[in-house]
């Protein structure tokens, strides 16, 4: 596991004594993620790419830094690129350009 930031400790610090309580989602919301997460990892296509291996490496690597297998984090983030949800930015890797 993965060492708390402060932040997180703090979390934990105040659930285990008492501060913070565990609440259920309502009929409605619990219905809404189920669909939400049933339409995001619905997995119908199968699909084979070649990558370098310092790539596969680096991904296997940020994977299990995430504690998730890495097929798992290839498939979050090309849905987090087609929906929008993740932007490229500039990085010490780009040559300084930004795309939106």
Do not use: C, W
């Not at 984090?73 to 930004?98: D, M």
Request: hydrophobic letters at 40%; glycine letters at 4%; proline letters at 3%.
């Amino acid at each position: 596991m993965k060492k708390l930031d402060a932040f997180e400790q703090a979390i934990l610090t105040d659930y285990e004594q008492g501060e913070l309580k565990s609440t259920s989602p309502s009929k409605v919301k619990l219905a809404k993620f189920k669909a939400a997460a049933a339409a995001t990892f619905l997995k119908e296509k199968r699909v084979n790419i070649r990558l370098s291996t310092p790539d596969l490496m680096d991904i296997q690597a940020r994977a299990l830094e995430e504690g998730l297998p890495y097929q798992t984090l290839i498939a979050s983030v090309l849905h987090k690129f087609v929906s929008g949800r993740l932007v490229e930015s500039t990085s010490s890797r780009s040559n300084g350009t930004v795309r939106k």
